[in-house]
């Protein structure tokens, strides 16, 4: 089995929408297939968003490669005024439930990590749920937990 990660492109559309689903599934909403397909090809076709996906290659019964994607990353670009300096937010991390524990999300946090180093951005920030049992992998990787500041949200009242 082999693993490796890719920059998604709008040509992966086919194999990035399942996950995309399956991760919006996750956190409770309702699985719909063709929103998930096309709320994800407008960040291709805006350029508004970085996805990297982890896939895993396979030889099938015929003898003929295969790669099937197993897990994904989606990161939004925003910017500091202060530091005056471009940042991410890594909003999405999913990993197919039958893969995980065998490193994918490390692979994945480690991909963005790089990128940012690549392209010289101050970092990526991320949040995540109280009781997310990923803190640990994500404080093992470098990431330091806020403690100076709290977050607010507002909404609309739509």
Request: glycine share 4%; no cysteine; charged share 25%.
């Amino acid at each position: 089995m082999e693993i490796t990660t890719i920059k998604a492109n709008i040509e992966h559309l086919a194999l990035l929408t399942p996950l995309f689903d399956g991760y919006r599934v996750f956190y409770k909403q309702k699985s719909d297939i063709e929103k998930a397909k096309a709320f994800l090809k407008m960040r291709f076709e805006l350029q508004d968003s970085v996805i990297f996906m982890a896939m895993q290659k396979a030889v099938d019964k015929e003898l003929q490669e295969q790669s099937e994607a197993i897990g994904f990353t989606q990161l939004y670009p925003y910017f500091s005024s202060v530091t005056m300096e471009r940042l991410y937010i890594l909003n999405d991390l999913f990993v197919l439930p039958s893969k995980r524990g065998l490193g994918m999300g490390e692979l994945l946090l480690k991909k963005a990590q790089q990128f940012a180093i690549d392209i010289e951005a101050k970092g990526l920030d991320l949040s995540t749920a109280i009781d997310n049992p990923a803190q640990k992998l994500y404080e093992r990787l470098g990431w330091k937990k806020d403690v100076d500041f709290y977050s607010y949200n507002w909404r609309t009242q739509l």
